[in-house]
């Protein structure tokens, strides 16, 4: 069991920037991934970016430039940090924590854990 708490979001005036935090706990030995989705208002949750433990990253293309994800092992925290920040990053941000095993064929989810949300929003 991982139990995942974020925190950081709020309003933001476009251009500005904002970091969210996601505090893991319980069985995270067992995680080897780490991510951040999100959710606006009539649309699907997209990955937004996440991180493995080797600290290889991987963002959105929407993100890219402006979005960095990060981790503090000490504080057992994954980061995500945004600047730049448009209206269209409104959404509901979800931390995502996994135990995933890879192939060049594929990838089978063999956990998968959630925080609750945090609401994120840009105004003009």
């Known amino acids: 069991q991982v139990q995942l708490v974020e925190s950081g979001g709020g309003l933001v005036q476009a251009g500005g920037s904002l970091r969210l935090s996601c505090a893991a706990s319980?069985?995270?030995?067992?995680?080897?991934?780490m991510a951040w989705y999100r959710q606006a208002p009539g649309k699907q949750r997209e990955l937004v970016a996440d991180?493995?433990?080797?600290?290889?990253?991987n963002y959105a293309d929407s993100v890219k430039g402006r979005f960095t994800i990060s981790r503090d092992n000490a504080k057992n925290t994954v980061y995500l940090q945004m600047n730049s920040l448009k209206v269209d990053d409104t959404a509901v941000y979800y931390c995502?924590?996994?135990?995933?095993?890879?192939?060049?064929?594929?990838?089978?989810?063999?956990?998968?854990?959630w925080g609750q949300g945090t609401q994120v929003t840009v105004s003009s």
């Open positions: 991180i493995t433990n080797g600290g290889g990253t």
């Open positions: 319980g069985n995270i030995f067992s995680i080897n991934v």
């Open positions: 995502n924590a996994r135990r995933q095993y890879s192939t060049i064929e594929h990838t089978r989810i063999l956990n998968d854990y």
